[in-house]
């Protein structure tokens, strides 16, 4: 028997019921989906998780944008949340990236209110060219209100209405427009040259609400003091790294009255009147080599009560060469470091106040993840609580470049400047291809 299904009317072998159903189901529109009728608020909170770092007992997962991308073009629903996000935080490692950036930001000027934490690339000891940094400056400007700065700054000279007649030093010159981004938080000044530069008297000014700054390779000419900058009243962490920045403002960083953490690095000269008298909670201390004139201070520290250090200096401390409210410790593993289990105990022995204790495993040492059991068991017969171990891995991938190869920047570079300038190049290439 043939049934001819042209003729058949649809849902001709339906209930009354399984008709009505069906009827609802094609009615629907996609609006309709709980999911699309979440406020774009709900939707910027559950994918923000997507980026941002995951640490877990075993590992510090450092936020990746590639699922955020996909979240992005699963719907047109989902696609402007996302991109909100996307855009929150920028990372410019190369000068590719730079440009690249800048047009995105000129072609579309909806987007420029979406940047809140922004951070230039810095090649420490390659001077940074012009047309470089008139991009930078030309970005910092295109945006609306910045939360966060990371930028290189060119030693230039001051000849503006607050430079001093018989100041002849360069002075390090934020590229930011008067009145612009005056709700900055965190601000960091990568100086890629060691020639001594006199303070930019119109930081504290233009950026009075400032809550963390760091300064990298910088060199100040003279001592800051209190009486001759302004103080930011809500700094509460300042970082140096290299330099002498964080001791030639000794005087003034102790005026700041809530500063209560400290970061030095790379063998940046300590703050001591701050250190001994002073409000600082937290120390960190990363020195690639023990300094012996730590032991003349870092007793004398009476507030610190947490403190993050080096194994090159924690191997090398006596029991009283610590803060006496010290308790709670942090010690990094780097991947030059040969740890011993004798020497490691013999130093956390010596800390009968502590009260928690952590690692933080920097590079490709392995010691700690092999001996975590036991150090695990030497907390507990301490009484000391030991935090999960804090695992960064990373890889140093040098960059190489042939003599015969364009890198693929160089026509973004001629598209930029309307010309074939092959000075441009050059600078830009050197200071491309300089270690990051």
Same mark, same amino acid.
């Given at each position: 028997?043939?049934?001819?299904?042209?003729?058949?009317? =649809?849902?001709?072998?339906?209930?009354? /019921?399984?008709?009505?159903?069906?009827?609802?189901?094609?009615?629907?529109?996609?609006?309709?989906? %709980?999911?699309?009728?979440?406020?774009?608020?709900?939707?910027?909170?559950?994918?923000?998780?997507?980026?941002?770092?995951?640490?877990?007992?075993?590992?510090?997962? =450092?936020?990746?944008?590639?699922?955020?991308?996909?979240?992005?073009?699963?719907?047109?629903?989902?696609?402007?949340?996302?991109?909100?996000?996307?855009?929150?935080?920028?990372?410019?490692?190369?000068?590719?990236?730079? +440009?690249? +950036?800048?047009?995105?930001?000129?072609?579309?000027?909806?987007?420029?209110?979406?940047?809140?934490?922004?951070?230039?690339?810095?090649?420490?000891?390659?001077? #940074?060219?012009? /047309?470089?940094?008139?991009?930078?400056?030309?970005?910092?400007?295109?945006?609306?209100?910045?939360?966060?700065?990371?930028?290189? #700054?060119?030693?230039?000279?001051?000849?503006?209405?607050?430079?001093?007649?018989?100041?002849?030093?360069?002075?390090?010159?934020?590229?930011?427009?008067? $009145?612009?981004?005056?709700?900055?938080?965190?601000?960091?000044?990568?100086?890629?040259?060691?020639?001594?530069?006199?303070?930019?008297?119109?930081?504290?000014?233009?950026?009075?609400?400032?809550?963390?700054?760091?300064?990298?390779?910088?060199?100040?000419?003279?001592?800051?003091?209190?009486?001759?900058? %302004?103080?930011?009243?809500?700094?509460?962490?300042?970082?140096?790294?290299? $330099?002498?920045?964080?001791?030639?403002?000794?005087?003034?960083?102790?005026?700041?009255?809530?500063?209560?953490?400290?970061?030095?690095?790379? @063998?940046?000269?300590?703050? =001591?009147?701050?250190?001994?008298? $002073?409000?600082?909670? #937290?120390?960190?201390?990363?020195?690639?080599?023990?300094?012996?004139?730590?032991?003349?201070? =870092?007793?004398? #520290?009476?507030?610190?009560? @947490?403190?993050?250090?080096?194994?090159?200096?924690?191997?090398?401390?006596?029991?009283?060469?610590?803060?006496?409210?010290?308790?709670?410790?942090?010690?990094?593993?780097?991947?030059?470091?040969?740890?011993?289990?004798?020497?490691?105990? *013999?130093?956390?022995?010596?800390?009968?106040?502590?009260?928690?204790?952590?690692?933080?495993?920097? @590079? *490709?040492?392995?010691?700690?993840?092999?001996?975590?059991?036991?150090?695990?068991?030497?907390?507990?017969?301490? @009484?000391?609580?030991?935090?999960?171990?804090?695992?960064?891995?990373?890889?140093?991938?040098?960059?190489?470049?042939?003599?015969?190869?364009?890198?693929?920047?160089?026509?973004?570079?001629?598209?930029?400047?309307?010309?074939?300038?092959?000075?441009?190049?050059?600078?830009?290439?050197?200071?491309?291809?300089?270690?990051?």
């Amino acid at each position: 028997m043939r049934f001819n299904l042209k003729s058949r009317p =649809l849902g001709a072998h339906r209930t009354p /019921k399984q008709l009505q159903e069906a009827s609802s189901t094609a009615q629907k529109t996609p609006e309709e989906c %709980p999911i699309l009728r979440l406020p774009n608020e709900i939707l910027l909170r559950i994918f923000r998780y997507l980026h941002q770092n995951i640490i877990t007992p075993k590992h510090i997962h =450092l936020s990746s944008r590639s699922d955020l991308l996909r979240v992005s073009l699963v719907c047109k629903a989902w696609n402007h949340p996302a991109t909100c996000i996307h855009y929150e935080s920028i990372q410019l490692r190369t000068v590719k990236g730079t +440009f690249l +950036f800048h047009h995105t930001l000129q072609k579309y000027p909806h987007m420029r209110k979406m940047v809140k934490d922004l951070t230039f690339p810095a090649r420490p000891g390659v001077r #940074c060219p012009e /047309k470089l940094m008139s991009l930078f400056s030309g970005i910092v400007n295109l945006v609306d209100s910045l939360d966060s700065l990371t930028i290189t #700054c060119p030693l230039a000279k001051d000849t503006g209405p607050n430079a001093a007649a018989a100041d002849v030093s360069p002075r390090l010159i934020i590229p930011i427009a008067e $009145g612009r981004h005056s709700d900055l938080k965190i601000l960091a000044i990568i100086a890629n040259e060691n020639t001594p530069v006199a303070f930019p008297s119109t930081l504290t000014t233009s950026f009075s609400r400032l809550t963390k700054l760091s300064m990298a390779g910088v060199f100040l000419s003279k001592p800051l003091t209190a009486n001759g900058i %302004p103080i930011l009243r809500e700094l509460r962490d300042f970082s140096s790294t290299a $330099g002498n920045a964080a001791n030639r403002m000794d005087e003034w960083l102790l005026a700041c009255p809530r500063l209560q953490t400290l970061a030095l690095f790379q @063998g940046a000269q300590a703050p =001591l009147e701050l250190l001994t008298k $002073g409000n600082i909670h #937290c120390l960190t201390l990363a020195y690639p080599t023990f300094d012996p004139a730590i032991n003349s201070w =870092l007793p004398n #520290c009476t507030s610190m009560d @947490g403190l993050i250090i080096s194994w090159s200096i924690f191997s090398k401390l006596d029991a009283a060469s610590f803060p006496p409210s010290l308790r709670y410790l942090w010690v990094g593993i780097y991947s030059h470091d040969q740890v011993s289990f004798d020497e490691f105990k *013999t130093a956390l022995n010596s800390q009968s106040k502590l009260k928690s204790f952590g690692i933080l495993v920097k @590079g *490709t040492n392995s010691w700690a993840i092999e001996n975590e059991v036991s150090i695990r068991a030497l907390c507990m017969k301490l @009484g000391v609580r030991m935090y999960p171990l804090a695992i960064n891995s990373y890889c140093d991938n040098k960059r190489t470049i042939s003599k015969t190869s364009k890198p693929s920047f160089i026509p973004t570079l001629s598209r930029v400047f309307n010309k074939r300038s092959s000075t441009y190049d050059k600078d830009i290439l050197s200071w491309e291809m300089g270690k990051s």
